[in-house]
Protein backbone atom coordinates (compact mmCIF):
# COMPACT_ATOMS: atom_id res chain seq x y z
CA UNK A 1 0.00 0.00 0.00
CA UNK A 2 3.03 2.05 -0.13
CA UNK A 3 2.24 5.69 -1.82
CA UNK A 4 -1.43 5.39 -1.84
CA UNK A 5 -3.39 8.22 -0.82
CA UNK A 6 -6.90 8.38 1.52
CA UNK A 7 -6.13 5.98 4.27
CA UNK A 8 -6.00 8.30 6.96
CA UNK A 9 -3.98 10.50 9.27
CA UNK A 10 -1.32 8.43 11.35
CA UNK A 11 -2.91 8.51 14.93
CA UNK A 12 -0.27 7.93 17.54
CA UNK A 13 -1.58 6.98 21.05
CA UNK A 14 0.25 8.29 23.66
CA UNK A 15 1.33 5.93 26.49
CA UNK A 16 0.75 3.28 23.99
CA UNK A 17 0.78 -0.27 26.16
CA UNK A 18 2.41 -3.29 24.16
CA UNK A 19 -0.60 -5.31 24.39
CA UNK A 20 -4.44 -3.37 24.40
CA UNK A 21 -5.84 -7.18 25.29
CA UNK A 22 -5.28 -10.22 26.68
CA UNK A 23 -6.28 -11.87 23.61
CA UNK A 24 -3.38 -9.79 21.76
CA UNK A 25 -1.06 -11.33 24.20
CA UNK A 26 -2.64 -14.26 23.93
CA UNK A 27 -2.39 -14.32 19.90
CA UNK A 28 1.34 -12.70 19.30
CA UNK A 29 2.59 -15.90 21.91
CA UNK A 30 0.58 -18.37 19.62
CA UNK A 31 1.62 -17.07 16.92
CA UNK A 32 5.48 -17.61 18.22
CA UNK A 33 4.99 -20.53 20.18
CA UNK A 34 2.79 -22.84 17.41
CA UNK A 35 3.64 -25.91 15.17
CA UNK A 36 3.83 -23.15 12.23
CA UNK A 37 6.08 -20.91 13.60
CA UNK A 38 9.28 -22.08 11.00
CA UNK A 39 8.64 -19.90 8.05
CA UNK A 40 7.86 -16.30 8.33
CA UNK A 41 7.53 -15.84 4.61
CA UNK A 42 4.05 -18.20 4.38
CA UNK A 43 2.97 -16.33 7.81
CA UNK A 44 3.10 -13.38 6.07
CA UNK A 45 1.85 -14.12 2.87
CA UNK A 46 -0.82 -16.14 4.90
CA UNK A 47 -2.09 -12.62 6.01
CA UNK A 48 -1.83 -11.10 2.60
CA UNK A 49 -4.39 -13.98 1.23
CA UNK A 50 -7.02 -12.05 3.76
CA UNK A 51 -9.12 -10.19 1.09
CA UNK A 52 -8.45 -6.33 0.64
CA UNK A 53 -11.31 -5.05 2.16
CA UNK A 54 -11.67 -7.78 5.26
CA UNK A 55 -7.76 -6.87 5.40
CA UNK A 56 -8.28 -2.74 5.96
CA UNK A 57 -11.68 -3.42 7.85
CA UNK A 58 -10.13 -5.70 10.55
CA UNK A 59 -7.47 -5.30 13.54
CA UNK A 60 -3.76 -6.18 13.31
CA UNK A 61 -3.82 -9.17 15.55
CA UNK A 62 -7.28 -10.23 14.16
CA UNK A 63 -5.28 -10.77 10.94
CA UNK A 64 -2.44 -12.95 12.99
CA UNK A 65 -5.12 -15.04 14.31
CA UNK A 66 -6.94 -15.36 10.98
CA UNK A 67 -3.78 -16.52 9.26
CA UNK A 68 -3.13 -18.48 12.36
CA UNK A 69 -5.70 -20.92 12.06
CA UNK A 70 -5.66 -20.74 8.20
CA UNK A 71 -1.91 -22.30 8.99
CA UNK A 72 -2.73 -24.46 11.47
CA UNK A 73 -5.54 -25.97 9.50
CA UNK A 74 -3.28 -25.90 5.87
CA UNK A 75 -0.37 -27.73 7.93
CA UNK A 76 -2.76 -30.35 8.73
CA UNK A 77 -1.67 -29.35 12.09
CA UNK A 78 -5.50 -29.28 13.12
CA UNK A 79 -8.36 -30.46 11.47
CA UNK A 80 -10.93 -28.70 10.35
CA UNK A 81 -13.41 -30.61 12.74
CA UNK A 82 -11.02 -29.70 15.55
CA UNK A 83 -11.16 -26.20 14.72
CA UNK A 84 -14.93 -26.30 14.82
CA UNK A 85 -15.55 -27.82 17.60
CA UNK A 86 -12.94 -26.49 19.40
CA UNK A 87 -11.81 -30.31 21.19
CA UNK A 88 -9.22 -32.37 20.29
CA UNK A 89 -9.73 -35.35 18.59
CA UNK A 90 -7.40 -38.21 19.43
CA UNK A 91 -6.64 -39.86 16.28
CA UNK A 92 -5.29 -36.68 14.90
CA UNK A 93 -1.76 -36.40 15.08
CA UNK A 94 0.63 -34.29 17.79
CA UNK A 95 3.79 -35.35 16.28
CA UNK A 96 5.37 -31.89 16.69
CA UNK A 97 7.56 -30.94 19.40
CA UNK A 98 6.15 -27.97 21.48
CA UNK A 99 8.02 -24.72 22.92
CA UNK A 100 8.70 -25.70 26.12
CA UNK A 101 8.59 -22.70 29.03
CA UNK A 102 12.65 -22.84 30.00
CA UNK A 103 13.27 -22.85 25.76
CA UNK A 104 12.08 -19.75 24.96
CA UNK A 105 14.23 -17.12 26.26
CA UNK A 106 17.27 -18.69 24.87
CA UNK A 107 14.30 -18.82 21.59
CA UNK A 108 13.56 -15.16 21.28
CA UNK A 109 17.66 -13.99 22.00
CA UNK A 110 19.02 -16.60 19.51
CA UNK A 111 19.60 -14.74 16.74
CA UNK A 112 19.28 -16.50 13.37
CA UNK A 113 20.29 -15.88 9.74
CA UNK A 114 18.48 -15.61 6.58
CA UNK A 115 21.86 -14.71 4.69
CA UNK A 116 23.11 -17.97 2.58
CA UNK A 117 25.94 -19.10 0.68
CA UNK A 118 24.66 -18.88 -2.99
CA UNK A 119 26.78 -20.13 -6.06
CA UNK A 120 27.76 -17.44 -8.61
CA UNK A 121 28.39 -13.79 -8.26
CA UNK A 122 25.96 -10.80 -7.48
CA UNK A 123 25.06 -9.61 -11.29
CA UNK A 124 24.90 -6.01 -10.01
CA UNK A 125 27.72 -3.68 -8.12
CA UNK A 126 27.18 -1.42 -6.02
CA UNK A 127 26.62 2.59 -7.58
CA UNK A 128 24.98 0.50 -10.56
CA UNK A 129 21.93 1.64 -12.47
CA UNK A 130 19.05 -0.82 -11.71
CA UNK A 131 15.03 -1.03 -12.60
CA UNK A 132 12.66 -2.93 -10.49
CA UNK A 133 11.14 -5.28 -12.82
CA UNK A 134 7.25 -4.82 -13.53
CA UNK A 135 6.23 -8.13 -12.32
CA UNK A 136 3.28 -8.94 -11.09
CA UNK A 137 3.39 -12.77 -9.20
CA UNK A 138 0.14 -13.71 -8.10
CA UNK A 139 1.95 -15.41 -5.10
CA UNK A 140 3.97 -13.42 -2.59
CA UNK A 141 6.86 -11.23 -2.98
CA UNK A 142 8.48 -8.62 -1.65
CA UNK A 143 8.77 -6.17 -4.23
CA UNK A 144 6.32 -3.23 -3.40
CA UNK A 145 4.53 -2.21 -6.33
CA UNK A 146 5.26 1.47 -5.91
CA UNK A 147 8.70 0.72 -7.19
CA UNK A 148 7.75 -1.54 -10.10
CA UNK A 149 9.04 0.07 -13.16
CA UNK A 150 11.56 2.74 -11.43
CA UNK A 151 15.10 3.35 -11.65
CA UNK A 152 17.08 3.29 -8.61
CA UNK A 153 21.19 3.26 -7.44
CA UNK A 154 22.43 -0.16 -5.76
CA UNK A 155 23.50 1.11 -2.46
CA UNK A 156 24.82 -1.69 -1.10
CA UNK A 157 25.25 -5.15 -1.54
CA UNK A 158 23.41 -7.41 1.60
CA UNK A 159 24.59 -11.01 0.78
CA UNK A 160 22.50 -13.81 -0.41
CA UNK A 161 19.36 -14.26 1.34
CA UNK A 162 16.65 -16.77 1.50
CA UNK A 163 13.83 -15.48 -1.48
CA UNK A 164 10.57 -14.91 -0.33
CA UNK A 165 8.87 -15.57 -3.37
CA UNK A 166 9.94 -19.15 -3.23
CA UNK A 167 10.44 -19.79 0.77
CA UNK A 168 6.44 -18.31 1.18
CA UNK A 169 5.07 -21.44 -1.06
CA UNK A 170 7.41 -24.13 0.87
CA UNK A 171 9.35 -24.39 -2.75
CA UNK A 172 12.78 -23.65 -0.75
CA UNK A 173 14.99 -21.26 0.21
CA UNK A 174 16.51 -20.59 -3.11
CA UNK A 175 18.62 -17.23 -1.38
CA UNK A 176 19.28 -14.49 -4.25
CA UNK A 177 21.74 -11.92 -3.62
CA UNK A 178 19.56 -9.06 -2.02
CA UNK A 179 20.62 -5.04 -2.44
CA UNK A 180 19.61 -1.99 -1.14
CA UNK A 181 18.80 0.45 -3.75
CA UNK A 182 17.71 3.53 -3.64
CA UNK A 183 15.54 5.70 -5.32
CA UNK A 184 15.05 9.33 -5.40
CA UNK A 185 11.73 10.86 -4.47
CA UNK A 186 11.01 12.61 -8.10
CA UNK A 187 11.67 9.28 -9.64
CA UNK A 188 9.32 7.38 -7.84
CA UNK A 189 6.26 9.96 -7.51
CA UNK A 190 7.18 13.01 -10.07
CA UNK A 191 8.22 16.45 -9.92
CA UNK A 192 6.14 17.40 -6.83
CA UNK A 193 8.40 15.37 -5.00
CA UNK A 194 11.33 16.76 -2.77
CA UNK A 195 14.01 17.47 -5.09
CA UNK A 196 16.74 15.27 -2.62
CA UNK A 197 14.53 13.29 -0.80
CA UNK A 198 15.06 9.60 -1.54
CA UNK A 199 13.50 5.95 -0.41
CA UNK A 200 15.75 2.71 -0.28
CA UNK A 201 14.17 -0.63 -0.25
CA UNK A 202 16.04 -4.27 0.15
CA UNK A 203 15.34 -5.42 -3.27
CA UNK A 204 16.92 -9.06 -4.53
CA UNK A 205 18.04 -9.90 -8.06
CA UNK A 206 15.59 -11.63 -9.15
CA UNK A 207 13.42 -7.97 -8.90
CA UNK A 208 15.91 -5.99 -10.84
CA UNK A 209 17.37 -5.35 -14.42
CA UNK A 210 20.28 -3.44 -15.31
CA UNK A 211 18.78 0.08 -16.73
CA UNK B 1 -10.95 9.86 15.81
CA UNK B 2 -11.16 8.37 19.30
CA UNK B 3 -7.65 6.12 20.03
CA UNK B 4 -7.43 6.74 23.28
CA UNK B 5 -9.29 3.42 24.70
CA UNK B 6 -8.41 -0.14 25.13
CA UNK B 7 -9.08 -2.73 21.66
CA UNK B 8 -9.07 0.82 19.13
CA UNK B 9 -6.93 0.47 16.32
CA UNK B 10 -5.35 2.42 12.86
CA UNK B 11 -9.33 2.54 11.74
CA UNK B 12 -11.37 3.19 14.18
CA UNK B 13 -13.55 -0.13 14.37
CA UNK B 14 -13.45 -2.36 17.59
CA UNK B 15 -13.23 -5.84 17.01
CA UNK B 16 -15.86 -8.42 17.36
CA UNK B 17 -16.70 -8.71 21.18
CA UNK B 18 -16.35 -13.10 20.30
CA UNK B 19 -12.30 -12.58 19.34
CA UNK B 20 -11.44 -13.05 22.88
CA UNK B 21 -13.38 -15.94 23.17
CA UNK B 22 -11.95 -17.50 19.88
CA UNK B 23 -8.32 -16.67 20.62
CA UNK B 24 -9.04 -18.88 23.94
CA UNK B 25 -10.72 -21.50 22.17
CA UNK B 26 -7.69 -21.75 19.80
CA UNK B 27 -5.14 -21.72 22.58
CA UNK B 28 -7.18 -24.82 24.54
CA UNK B 29 -7.30 -26.52 21.83
CA UNK B 30 -3.25 -26.64 20.72
CA UNK B 31 -3.12 -27.07 24.80
CA UNK B 32 -5.09 -30.27 24.73
CA UNK B 33 -3.17 -31.29 21.47
CA UNK B 34 -0.23 -30.95 23.64
CA UNK B 35 1.11 -28.61 20.93
CA UNK B 36 1.71 -25.31 23.59
CA UNK B 37 2.13 -25.02 26.47
CA UNK B 38 0.90 -22.06 29.02
CA UNK B 39 3.57 -21.31 30.65
CA UNK B 40 5.73 -20.93 27.71
CA UNK B 41 3.49 -18.40 26.05
CA UNK B 42 3.22 -16.36 29.68
CA UNK B 43 7.17 -16.65 29.00
CA UNK B 44 6.58 -15.24 25.17
CA UNK B 45 3.98 -12.41 26.92
CA UNK B 46 6.62 -11.23 29.17
CA UNK B 47 9.55 -11.47 26.98
CA UNK B 48 7.50 -9.00 24.78
CA UNK B 49 6.00 -6.51 27.56
CA UNK B 50 9.18 -6.52 30.15
CA UNK B 51 12.57 -7.71 28.31
CA UNK B 52 12.69 -5.82 24.83
CA UNK B 53 11.71 -2.33 24.04
CA UNK B 54 13.20 1.20 23.34
CA UNK B 55 15.45 1.41 26.27
CA UNK B 56 17.31 -1.40 24.63
CA UNK B 57 17.51 0.70 21.64
CA UNK B 58 18.38 4.04 23.75
CA UNK B 59 20.61 2.61 25.21
CA UNK B 60 23.02 1.65 22.08
CA UNK B 61 22.22 5.28 21.08
CA UNK B 62 23.60 6.31 23.84
CA UNK B 63 26.51 4.49 23.73
CA UNK B 64 27.49 5.35 19.88
CA UNK B 65 26.96 8.72 20.91
CA UNK B 66 29.46 8.54 23.76
CA UNK B 67 31.89 5.94 22.69
CA UNK B 68 33.78 7.10 19.22
CA UNK B 69 35.17 3.37 18.56
CA UNK B 70 31.49 1.59 19.50
CA UNK B 71 29.95 4.17 16.86
CA UNK B 72 32.76 2.73 14.36
CA UNK B 73 31.67 -1.04 15.21
CA UNK B 74 27.74 0.02 14.84
CA UNK B 75 28.83 1.20 11.53
CA UNK B 76 30.93 -1.62 10.58
CA UNK B 77 28.79 -4.47 11.57
CA UNK B 78 25.06 -3.43 13.53
CA UNK B 79 24.32 -6.86 14.41
CA UNK B 80 27.47 -8.30 16.27
CA UNK B 81 28.08 -4.30 17.68
CA UNK B 82 23.74 -4.40 19.17
CA UNK B 83 25.21 -7.86 20.43
CA UNK B 84 27.60 -6.63 22.70
CA UNK B 85 24.83 -4.82 24.89
CA UNK B 86 23.25 -8.13 25.28
CA UNK B 87 20.32 -7.59 22.44
CA UNK B 88 20.31 -9.89 19.73
CA UNK B 89 17.08 -12.34 18.65
CA UNK B 90 14.31 -12.76 15.68
CA UNK B 91 13.30 -9.48 13.59
CA UNK B 92 16.89 -8.31 14.69
CA UNK B 93 18.76 -10.67 12.51
CA UNK B 94 20.86 -8.13 10.17
CA UNK B 95 20.61 -4.64 11.64
CA UNK B 96 21.91 -1.58 10.13
CA UNK B 97 22.42 1.70 11.98
CA UNK B 98 21.44 4.84 9.83
CA UNK B 99 22.55 8.33 11.37
CA UNK B 100 20.79 11.56 11.20
CA UNK B 101 22.99 14.89 10.57
CA UNK B 102 22.02 18.67 10.27
CA UNK B 103 21.64 17.77 6.85
CA UNK B 104 19.87 14.52 6.76
CA UNK B 105 17.49 12.90 8.53
CA UNK B 106 16.33 8.88 8.41
CA UNK B 107 12.74 7.70 8.48
CA UNK B 108 11.69 4.07 8.87
CA UNK B 109 8.41 1.97 7.75
CA UNK B 110 7.32 -1.16 6.35
CA UNK B 111 5.02 -0.67 3.80
CA UNK B 112 4.60 -4.53 2.90
CA UNK B 113 3.37 -5.50 6.73
CA UNK B 114 5.02 -4.58 10.43
CA UNK B 115 8.46 -5.09 10.14
CA UNK B 116 10.53 -3.69 13.06
CA UNK B 117 13.77 -4.42 15.09
CA UNK B 118 11.95 -6.43 18.00
CA UNK B 119 15.71 -6.37 20.22
CA UNK B 120 15.66 -3.00 20.31
CA UNK B 121 12.67 -1.20 19.82
CA UNK B 122 10.16 -3.95 20.72
CA UNK B 123 6.96 -4.23 19.34
CA UNK B 124 5.97 -2.00 17.24
CA UNK B 125 2.85 0.76 18.16
CA UNK B 126 0.24 0.35 16.23
CA UNK B 127 0.60 3.19 14.18
CA UNK B 128 3.60 2.27 12.96
CA UNK B 129 1.40 -0.80 11.82
CA UNK B 130 -1.10 1.05 10.60
CA UNK B 131 -2.21 1.72 7.02
CA UNK B 132 -1.75 5.55 7.41
CA UNK B 133 1.42 5.22 8.05
CA UNK B 134 2.48 2.59 5.74
CA UNK B 135 1.14 4.22 2.83
CA UNK B 136 2.20 7.62 3.36
CA UNK B 137 5.84 7.66 4.85
CA UNK B 138 6.91 6.60 1.39
CA UNK B 139 5.31 9.57 -0.53
CA UNK B 140 5.00 12.43 2.18
CA UNK B 141 7.29 11.71 4.68
CA UNK B 142 7.64 15.11 5.22
CA UNK B 143 3.71 15.50 6.21
CA UNK B 144 3.85 12.42 8.21
CA UNK B 145 6.65 13.94 10.48
CA UNK B 146 4.72 17.02 10.84
CA UNK B 147 1.87 15.50 12.29
CA UNK B 148 4.39 13.98 14.66
CA UNK B 149 5.50 17.42 15.37
CA UNK B 150 8.78 17.56 13.31
CA UNK B 151 9.07 20.43 10.65
CA UNK B 152 12.03 19.60 8.76
CA UNK B 153 13.82 22.31 6.85
CA UNK B 154 13.51 21.88 3.02
CA UNK B 155 17.66 22.08 3.31
CA UNK B 156 17.51 18.87 5.51
CA UNK B 157 17.34 15.92 3.41
CA UNK B 158 14.64 12.87 3.92
CA UNK B 159 16.26 9.36 3.36
CA UNK B 160 13.34 7.11 3.80
CA UNK B 161 14.05 2.87 4.67
CA UNK B 162 12.06 0.64 3.27
CA UNK B 163 12.05 -2.82 5.81
CA UNK B 164 10.99 -4.88 2.31
CA UNK B 165 13.72 -7.70 3.40
CA UNK B 166 15.21 -9.13 6.67
CA UNK B 167 17.32 -5.96 7.32
CA UNK B 168 16.36 -3.91 10.05
CA UNK B 169 17.45 -0.23 10.79
CA UNK B 170 17.95 1.52 13.34
CA UNK B 171 17.99 5.60 13.47
CA UNK B 172 20.38 7.06 15.58
CA UNK B 173 19.42 10.43 16.47
CA UNK B 174 21.73 13.54 16.48
CA UNK B 175 23.08 13.84 20.17
CA UNK B 176 21.44 17.24 21.56
CA UNK B 177 23.01 20.01 22.22
CA UNK B 178 24.59 20.92 25.65
CA UNK B 179 24.85 17.11 26.80
CA UNK B 180 28.62 16.84 27.29
CA UNK B 181 28.57 16.33 30.75
CA UNK B 182 25.94 13.57 30.73
CA UNK B 183 27.04 10.03 31.10
CA UNK B 184 25.34 7.15 28.87
CA UNK B 185 22.36 6.62 31.75
CA UNK B 186 21.51 10.04 31.28
CA UNK B 187 21.58 10.20 27.63
CA UNK B 188 19.71 7.17 27.06
CA UNK B 189 17.10 8.85 28.91
CA UNK B 190 16.59 11.54 25.61
CA UNK B 191 16.12 9.29 23.46
CA UNK B 192 12.87 8.18 22.24
CA UNK B 193 11.60 5.24 20.22
CA UNK B 194 9.95 7.30 17.94
CA UNK B 195 13.80 9.13 17.58
CA UNK B 196 14.80 5.65 16.72
CA UNK B 197 11.88 5.38 14.03
CA UNK B 198 12.85 8.83 12.78
CA UNK B 199 9.14 10.30 13.07
CA UNK B 200 10.88 12.82 16.21
CA UNK B 201 14.13 14.27 16.40
CA UNK B 202 15.74 14.59 19.41
Redesign the interface.
Known sequence: ?????G????????D????????E??????V????TRGNIDAG?HQ?ELIPGPEY?????Y?RW?AA??EM?LKGG??TPA??AS???DPA?P?A?P????E???PA????????REAAGKPAFKVGERVRARNLHPVGHT???R?VRGHVGLVESH?GS??F?DTHAHGAGEDPRP?Y?V?FT?RE??GPDA?P?????????EPYLERA | MAHDHPGDHDHGQAPPADIALRVKALESLLVEKGLVDPAALDAIVDHFEHRVGPRNGARVVARAWSDATYLERLRGDATVAIAELGYSGGQGEHMVAVENTPTLHNLVVCTLCSCYPWPVLGLPPVWYKSAPYRSRAVIDPRGVLAEFGTELPADVEVRVWDSTAEIRYLVIPERPAGTDALDEAALAALVTRDGMIGTARL
Do not use: C, N, Q
Not at chain 1, 1 to 5: K, N, R, S
Not at chain 1, 16 to 23: G, I, L, M, R, T
Not at chain 1, 196 to 204: A, E, G, Q, T
Open positions: MGGMHLGPVAPEPEPVFHADWRRTHALIASPRRLRITYEFLRLVVEMGRAAKTRLAPAVALARTGSYLRLPYRHVPLTRALWARDSVSLDLW
